[in-house]
């Protein structure tokens, strides 16, 4: 089978960035688990969010709590950048 040229690349290359091969999507997140055992999560803004095992515990109980939160009001103060929908 002979080499593709450096046209046929790019073109085949073109074409799956059209298929959406290009970047994820923005509501996709990714989970990883480190060597350290920390677990990353990707997705969430340009940096990966690790933590241990613990601290995943520690913020999943707080959800509750999280929920609670008035969003009017961290919005109307600048605490909380929404996107809007």
């Keep these: 089978m002979a080499e593709p ?3 046929e690349l790019k073109a085949k290359l073109a074409e799956l960035e059209k298929q ?3 970047r994820r999507a923005a509501a996709t997140l990714e989970f990883r688990v480190g060597e350290k055992g920390g677990v990353s999560v990707y997705g ?3 940096f990966p969010v690790t933590l241990y095992y613990e601290q995943w515990i520690r913020l999943l109980e707080t ?3 999280l929920r609670r939160v008035p969003r009017g009001q961290l919005k109307a103060e600048g605490k909380l950048k929404l ?3």
């Design 20 to 22: 959406g091969g290009g």
């Design 5 to 7: 040229t450096y046209e």
């Design 44 to 46: 969430l803004g340009r």
């Design 63 to 65: 959800a509750p709590q």
């Design 83 to 85: 996107k809007e929908k």
